[in-house]
């Protein structure tokens, strides 16, 4: 059974880092595209992130360049995502996603796998 679990939310304030974490069990996600999306109220999921399986290249959303940094640890099978100068409009639910294909897109439609979300909350 394929799942996909994700950890590492909370509340934290404007300018705070959080470490999300997603961990794989019944498959292996050294294979496969890697996603980070994200959900805030009433608004559309967004890509934030993602990370090839090819050739371990990265695909970030301008609005977190610079700030958030993907990567994968094939032993634990966990994808993190580190967020960094966290800001109010980085409030959402984070999900984890994992795509049948090796290479890196930042629509929802790409990936076929998903994780339950977990909150972030930035405010002070």
């Known amino acids: 059974q394929f799942q996909l679990v994700e950890s590492g939310g909370g509340l934290v304030q404007p300018g705070g880092s959080l470490r999300l974490s997603c961990a794989g069990s019944g498959f292996t996600l050294d294979y496969y595209a890697m996603g980070w999306f994200r959900q805030a109220p009433g608004k559309e999921r967004e890509g934030v992130s993602c990370?090839?399986?090819?050739?371990?290249?990265?695909y970030y959303a301008d609005s977190v360049k610079g700030r958030f940094t993907i990567s994968r640890d094939a032993v634990k099978n966990t994808v993190y995502l580190q967020m960094n100068s966290l800001k109010s409009e980085d409030t959402a639910v984070y999900y984890c996603?994992?795509?049948?294909?090796?290479?890196?897109?930042?629509?929802?439609?790409?990936?076929?796998?998903w994780g339950q979300g977990t909150q972030v909350t930035v405010s002070s």
């Open positions: 996603a994992a795509s049948g294909w090796d290479y890196c897109s930042g629509s929802a439609a790409h990936f076929g796998s």
């Open positions: 990370i090839s399986s090819s050739d371990g290249s990265t």
